[in-house]
């Protein structure tokens, strides 16, 4: 996908276009990983295969110099050099200059991460004080589990969070708390705790369950409020051990989604309150 370009005048932009080169990752991204420079002075001289050339003329390069982002030993992007009318013999110092604008956009990128990872774990932080806060000043558990579920919907950014309470005869879940669900479900949707259900299989496996499509998911069924409610994906994470064994909580998306292993850790830290 294009997410930066710099357009002359009368040359199409391809801002937001997704490119699909079929030619790409058989023939290119190890090369580039091992530092391929491509530099192409004449796109119909230069015995490109039949897609890589088609690929080109469409989005209106005649001549093409590209270079490698590596980051972390993977290859992150390309940065390119295109000239969209006419042939162009690129020089040295052309080459030169791409390659060190390829390595500082890739310590840009370092940098970046760093600062949206501590960004992170500022905000799991302030969450964390926050539900200890309320733990502190009431002894409401309906309270509790309300603020709980609200925060962490908030704090990882999803529509829907809930919390269920495994019943005293172990036999089913109940939803007890949660957000984005119909207030005629709390504490009335029920399901199973066979493992053949999300939250008996979690339950099972006594560790974080995380499916990024459930309508292809093969290890367990979605209970019906997940699947009546066009849920995705969604994770599920234990509240206590096997002696004092609350229930479940768990977050979910309509859309497809991969929850980061930093969002389970901060879903596990939760059910300590």
């Not at 760093?114 to 200890?132: D, E, N």
């Not at 234990?238 to 901060?266: A, H, L, M, T, W």
Request: charged share 15%; net charge neutral.
């Amino acid at each position: 996908m294009i997410i930066a370009e710099s357009a002359g005048q009368n040359v199409m932009s391809i801002l937001g276009r997704v490119v699909q080169d079929h030619c790409f990752a058989k023939d290119f991204i190890k090369p580039y990983l091992n530092g391929r420079i491509q530099a192409t002075d004449n796109v119909f001289t230069a015995n490109l295969s039949p897609c890589h050339l088609d690929l080109l003329l469409g989005i209106q390069v005649q001549a093409n110099l590209v270079v490698p982002i590596i980051f972390h030993d993977h290859l992150w992007g390309l940065l390119a050099a295109q000239n969209s009318f006419t042939p162009r013999h690129w020089q040295k110092d052309e080459l030169d200059l791409l390659q060190k604008l390829a390595a500082q956009v890739a310590i840009a990128i370092q940098q970046s991460q760093s600062a949206q990872k501590a960004f992170q774990v500022a905000k799991y932080q302030t969450a964390i004080a926050h539900l200890g806060n309320t733990a502190l000043i009431t002894n409401n558990l309906e309270i509790l589990q309300k603020t709980t579920v609200k925060i962490i919907a908030e704090t990882l950014n999803v529509k829907y969070c809930n919390l269920l309470e495994l019943q005293a005869n172990q036999a089913a879940f109940v939803l007890k708390a949660g957000v984005g669900w119909q207030d005629m479900w709390l504490w009335v949707a029920r399901v199973g705790s066979s493992p053949r259900w999300m939250p008996g299989y979690t339950m099972t496996v006594k560790e974080p369950v995380i499916t990024e499509d459930l309508l292809v998911e093969t290890r367990f069924s979605p209970p019906p409020f997940l699947h009546n409610t066009n849920i995705i994906s969604g994770a599920m994470v234990n509240i206590g051990s096997n002696d004092n064994y609350f229930g479940i909580i768990g977050v979910y998306s309509q859309n497809q989604r991969k929850f980061s292993p930093e969002e389970i850790n901060f879903l596990q830290t939760v059910p300590t309150f």
